[in-house]
């Protein structure tokens, strides 16, 4: 980067900006996986009167979903995600408590783990921090879950959503078990199933009566926003 490149970027203060051009700044903030400046930006926007669920939308949702889009576009790759995503958090450490002191209804809750016998999880580890960037209230139970961590995180939270991922064929057939211990229980209705994971396909999703099979993050993002306000819609 040449010295005089390097003076113009130097240049950008961000109290200095008005709302709409700081909004676009911590878009490419977010972008660029810049945390300290999501940070900045996050409080700036709250201390000239803006709500925690619009900083939220407008900000740092609206930002991962430009992210999202050229992730599914290819343009950006897992490791720029992951940076984007870790970026929101910090954001997002912010917003959380004054967002559950408001009572804002979040977009939707989600419990998220890789099944027993797998401990893979950097698709499932971008898939939780998507869901978040997204606005979902994201509780991820970790790897090589038996059916009854998966039920007591359903128990404790209370979500709208399981996610489950597995990465080898030979734990791909334990999402049925969790699947038909909640049919067992009376409780399958209560959630969307959403599966993925690299050897899974729609046609594996539909045959253990997952809800949809998610082959991206991105995929997963969309697919839980659609459902989750169809199942609000019916409940209302």
């Known amino acids: 980067m040449s010295e005089e490149q390097y003076d113009d970027e130097e240049e950008i203060i961000l109290s200095e900006l008005d709302d709409e051009e700081l909004v676009e700044q911590m878009h ?19 201390e000239r009167g803006w709500s ?3 900083v939220l939308s407008d ?12 992730f599914r576009d290819g343009i950006l790759f897992v490791p720029e995600v ?17 967002l559950a002191e408001t009572g804002a209804e979040t977009v ?3 419990v998220v783990g890789t099944v027993k016998g797998d401990i893979h ?8 921090m998507m ?20 039920l007591e995180a359903l128990d404790e939270h209370q979500p709208e959503i399981l996610g489950m991922s597995a990465l080898l064929t030979t734990t791909m057939p ?16 209560d959630y969307i199933v959403l599966v993925g994971g690299a050897p899974l396909n729609e046609e594996f999703g539909q045959a253990i009566g997952a809800d949809a099979y998610c082959r991206d993050a991105a995929v997963a993002v969309e697919t839980a926003k659609s459902m989750v306000e169809q199942k609000r819609a019916l409940t209302r």
């Not at 900000?59 to 050229?70: F, P, S, T």
């Not at 992951?82 to 004054?98: D, E, F, S, V, Y």
């Not at 869901?131 to 998966?150: L, S, T």
């Not at 334990?174 to 209705?189: A, N, P, S, W």
């Open 121 to 128: 999880d950097i698709g499932k580890n971008l898939v939780s």
């Open 174 to 189: 334990y999402m049925k078990v969790v699947i038909d211990t909640l049919i067992e229980q009376g409780r399958r209705d």
């Open 131 to 150: 869901m978040e960037g997204a606005g979902f209230e994201v509780f991820d139970i970790g790897i090589n879950n038996p059916v009854e961590n998966y």
């Open 52 to 54: 925690p669920s619009k």
């Open 82 to 98: 992951l940076m984007a995503a870790n970026a929101m958090k910090g954001g997002m450490a912010i917003l959380r408590p004054l």
């Open 28 to 46: 490419d903030d977010l972008y660029n996986g810049l945390k300290d400046e999501i940070i900045e930006g996050t409080s700036l926007l709250l």
């Open 59 to 70: 900000a740092l949702v609206e930002g991962m979903r430009i992210v999202g889009i050229d």
């Open 108 to 110: 939707g809750k989600m």
